[in-house]
């Protein structure tokens, strides 16, 4: 069973072109996460949503768009795609219970190439 | 507002043998939780161990285990008896138990771990 699973895993397409990026978690978690990784590995956060609330936006390009239309769902959509796109984004879902710690877990992210 | 530092970008070892990774972190709140994952070349990330900083005792799970020194705000991370699977980049971060700080994670650069055989 897939905890985080995010489609596609690999997105290859041309400036200027408008994308999505989707992603689904069954944890019934009430948070949910976009991260954007560069090629140095660098993890940024772009987007969070608690309980289909916006909650952390991060300095980002208005050619990105979340939307959550459930807490078990958190899209990307991405208009006007540009070379300094290309990364890997990661989807993320977290929980607190009772005191547990915040840990995130992640999908196996989408490699995004834009040419 | 807090930051993490991984001051080793690249760290190699020798299969079987014990390595440690550092990371600092700067705060003045007295709560909060740190974690170290592992992002193997598969690129998926992993939660590889959590301290709550309330917690004296030092996070161990299985070959893994922490250092944790709350008053140098030190965190490494030691991978004994290591194995070739250990290979993968190492994140470590911060979370604010503070409910007004939107559970975001604050994350070093990441340190690159080779594992020789």
């Known amino acids: 069973d897939t905890a985080v699973s995010q489609t596609p895993k690999y997105l290859v397409t041309q400036m200027g072109n408008d994308k999505s990026i989707k992603c689904e978690q069954n944890?019934?978690?009430?948070?949910m996460y976009w991260y954007k990784q560069d090629s140095k590995k660098f993890l940024k956060i772009m987007f969070s949503?608690?309980?289909?609330?916006?909650?952390i936006n991060e300095t980002v390009p208005n050619r990105f768009s979340p939307k959550s239309p459930d807490k078990a769902h958190l899209n990307l959509h991405i208009n006007s795609l540009e070379l300094g796109d290309s990364a890997v984004y990661f989807c993320?879902?977290?929980?607190?219970?009772?005191?547990?710690?915040?840990?995130?877990?992640f999908g196996p992210g989408t490699r995004l190439t834009v040419t | 507002a807090q930051t993490v530092t991984q001051s080793q970008p690249e760290m190699s070892v020798q299969e079987a043998e014990t390595v440690t990774l550092s990371c600092t972190y700067d705060?003045?709140?007295?709560?909060?939780?740190l974690f170290w994952y592992k992002q193997p070349p598969s690129r998926q990330m992993i939660l590889v161990i959590r301290?709550?900083?309330?917690k004296q005792q030092n996070a161990t799970e299985n070959r893994f285990s922490v250092n944790f020194q709350k008053a140098a705000k030190s965190f490494s991370l030691k991978i004994s008896d290591s194995q070739l699977g250990d290979a993968a980049m190492y994140f470590c971060?911060?979370?604010?138990?503070?409910?007004?700080?939107?559970?975001?994670?604050?994350w070093g650069l990441g340190t690159s771990l080779a594992v020789n055989p």
């Open positions: 949503y608690n309980n289909k609330e916006l909650i």
């Open positions: 301290q709550e900083a309330y």
């Open positions: 971060a911060y979370r604010s138990s503070n409910a007004g700080n939107n559970r975001k994670l604050i």
């Open positions: 705060t003045s709140e007295s709560d909060y939780y």
């Open positions: 944890l019934g978690h009430d948070t």
């Open positions: 993320a879902s977290s929980q607190k219970l009772a005191g547990v710690s915040y840990e995130q877990y």
